[in-house]
């Protein structure tokens, strides 16, 4: 394989991606241009194609930690390449993506699903059930204390949305919603009506499926 040194002019990434646009380049060319340049002993062509395999290997489930195991990639670099890839799906997801049921909410969130610690996530939506953002607002177990109303509905806010979706998974597969799940439910449908967002849905995710408080008359 040739280095970009040694690759014809015209087959350089950036000056193809200038002569030809984006949507010409390949996965690698692309992220050649994002690294701008590889290491000592490895050119970036060789590092950007170790990468799209990473990419290929398991796009949803892509950490930094997985990307900076990819020698020669460092933290600067593999962050760079993680706020690229979030901020481009916020802006696809927010032009076509529509959420009319629980259904939608289990395939958005699939990837939570089978996730070893508890994640809570919401989802804003515009008034015609787009949706506008994708957000995990905390990690770990969940009780009142943690949920905190502030967190869930400040970026709901900001997104100027007309309504929000709620979710969390349980770990332990089990699809029954617990004591804490409902009056967590109860507190911030409460707050919902103050601040004049509607919460549509809390759904519960495992690899089982899913358990929606609306689909169960509980919203």
Known sequence: MKTIKELHKDDKPREKLLHKGAAALRN???????????IQGKDVRKLSREIVALLDEG?????????????GLGTAKASQILAS???????????????????????????????KQEHFLT??????????????????TLNQSIVHPREVFADAIADRAAGIIIAHNHPSGTLEASRADREITRRLQEVSKLVGIE????????KEGYYSFSDEGLL
């Open 28 to 38: 690698d060319e692309l992220l050649s241009i994002m690294l701008g340049s590889g």
């Open 59 to 71: 796009f949803e489930s892509l950490t930094l930690e997985r990307l900076c195991d990819v020698h």
């Open 85 to 115: 890839i979030e901020l481009s799906r916020r802006y696809l997801i927010r032009t076509h993506r529509r959420i009319t049921s629980a259904r939608d909410v289990y395939d958005e969130l699939r990837a939570f699903a089978d996730k």
């Open 123 to 140: 989802i804003t939506l515009d008034g015609a059930s787009h949706i506008i953002n994708t957000r995990t607002v905390f990690i770990g």
């Open 199 to 206: 919460l549509l849905d809390h759904v519960i995710l495992s």
